[in-house]
């Protein structure tokens, strides 16, 4: 969607972004505080988590919980929360008629909880509730697992559970006013903002938020070799889970990114790829998928899915080959005209919504204050040759960081040695 952007810092310190869409109909809200997992002791996991569920109910205006939602659904709109290693952020979207009432009571209820051990003992009850359906998922369970071996902060949900009976009500009110101050809030809102703006600024700088020192900082995480492959034994899973991961100790500039971004589409983004397209043409696998992640100190990319077992080498001689092929420079020019358009017409399908405008600013802004120059995205992908695909490919397995964790039976557990050791050709 067509929009314009404006940074504002608020006197009270808080930071935000107002993104202008003159076409929309809907207003988009964001409310983010340095406030993760990382920040609380291992046995207090959960005091993030809890405390994101408590915000948004009973307040100094609402002292229930669903006398506040009542309120604030009464004309449809709609209000999410959500924690991670780093960050929990607030989210609403509203029509744009009730856009100031539901901003109003966006910040009353980050500004003044009531924090009613009522209420949290109810959320400590949906929040277990909540981590023991994810502890079903295999893959959110290996992914956790396989960044706990690598040496980054994670915690698997089946142990989130183990540690939620250290969990108190003053936990959950001490990281409150250790977090949720001004200077520590950074915010998006987006939407049809003509005659607004000044509006929204007063409101939020009149928040009655404490200032705080300053933002709270990230904390150091460089990526360790594990002394030996992930493997978790699950008895009734009858295919291989797998994550294939690589690690750079350092962060790749905007350039090396765009080159990561391009060659791990052609890798596996469409029926079309290198790894997923052979894999499919021979049967091997329903699909594969893979990312690239960042810490404040690394960069990680990686490769998972779940597969029959009797196909699994296969598809890793795939997967090998065609990594290896990356960083020899085996790629065509038709190859990487076909990536790049791929991409571009990725990133315009990606901003067709209020939302999804939103997003493609709040990820970055949010982990390392940069703002994206959205209209600049095209010729960045234009840019990208294949000296800088190869160059970053390369760098990725430069610092030997890397291998495989795998989730599945006692057929999957004499498979996995075997597959890490034909995957190590690509960190020699």
Request: proline share 3%; aromatic share 10%.
């Amino acid at each position: 969607m067509k929009h314009t952007i404006h940074q504002v810092q608020l006197k009270n310190g808080a930071q935000g972004l107002l993104i202008d869409i003159p076409a929309a109909t809907v207003i988009d809200f964001e409310f983010n505080f340095r406030a993760g997992e990382y920040l609380v002791e291992r046995t207090k996991w959960e005091v993030p988590h809890i405390m994101e569920h408590m915000l948004l109910g009973a307040n100094a205006k609402f002292r229930k919980s669903r006398l506040f939602q009542a309120e604030f659904e009464k004309n449809g709109a709609y209000s999410n929360a959500h924690t991670s290693t780093y960050h929990v952020t607030y989210e609403a979207e509203c029509a744009e008629f009730e856009w100031q009432r539901i901003l109003e009571l966006m910040l009353l209820a980050i500004s003044q909880p009531l924090f009613l051990r009522e209420e949290f003992k109810a959320e400590f009850g949906n929040v277990k509730d909540e981590r023991a359906a994810r502890s079903n998922n295999h893959f959110l369970h290996l992914h956790a697992a396989t960044r706990e071996a690598y040496g980054l902060i994670a915690m698997t949900d089946r142990e989130c559970l183990k540690q939620m009976r250290h969990v108190r009500l003053r936990d959950i009110v001490e990281h409150y006013q250790r977090t949720h101050t001004a200077r520590n809030l950074r915010f998006i809102v987006a939407g049809n903002l003509r005659g607004k703006q000044e509006a929204i600024k007063r409101l939020i700088d009149s928040t009655r938020l404490p200032l705080g020192r300053r933002r709270l900082e990230l904390p150091a995480e460089k990526a360790q070799l594990p002394q030996k492959p992930s493997f978790i034994y699950r008895p009734s899973v009858r295919t291989l889970h797998f994550y294939l991961d690589t690690f750079a100790n350092q962060r790749f500039d905007d350039p090396q990114w765009d080159g990561l971004a391009l060659v791990n589409s052609m890798l596996t983004a469409t029926l079309n790829s290198r790894i997923l397209g052979e894999a499919r043409e021979r049967g091997l696998v329903y699909s594969i998928s893979s990312n690239l992640e960042v810490t404040r100190d690394s960069s990680s990319w990686w490769f998972g899915t779940q597969v029959i077992p009797k196909n699994a080498p296969a598809l890793f001689e795939i997967i090998v080959r065609e990594l290896l092929r990356i960083r020899s420079g085996d790629i065509s020019p038709e190859d990487l005209e076909a990536a790049k358009q791929y991409l571009l017409g990725r990133h315009q399908l990606s901003a067709q919504t209020v939302g999804g405008t939103l997003a493609g600013y709040g990820w970055r802004y949010y982990f390392d204050g940069v703002i994206e120059d959205y209209e600049a995205i095209p010729e960045r992908i234009k840019a990208v040759s294949k000296a800088t695909i190869v160059e970053a490919a390369n760098q990725m397995f430069t610092d030997r960081i890397g291998g495989l964790g795998v989730l599945g039976d006692s057929r999957s557990r004499v498979l996995a040695e075997g597959l890490n050791e034909l995957i190590q050709p690509l960190w020699r």
